[in-house]
């Protein structure tokens, strides 16, 4: 079975976008929003607190990233 590459037309590659970026925004909100906030208050100074909060700042970024491709893959300007 060949496979074919993925060719999303504009609306379809604006739909993954937007899933993708609520995907990412849900994750760092679930994860690490409170960290973040304890770390710019400065109420907790712990080193597993910023990776955690880093890793999620991350992880919400690669879905950013992924939703920026997608459009450019659909044509969409």
Known sequence: MV???WNPSCEQA???AQACR???LGFF???????????VTGTVHGTHVAITAFFAF????EFELIGYLSI???GCQ
């Open 58 to 61: 991350l992880v919400w970024l």
């Open 22 to 24: 609520l995907i990412g």
């Open 14 to 16: 604006k739909f993954v």
């Open 72 to 74: 450019g893959k659909g």
């Open 29 to 39: 909100a679930a994860v690490g929003y409170h960290d973040t906030i304890a770390l």
């Open 3 to 5: 496979r074919k590459p």
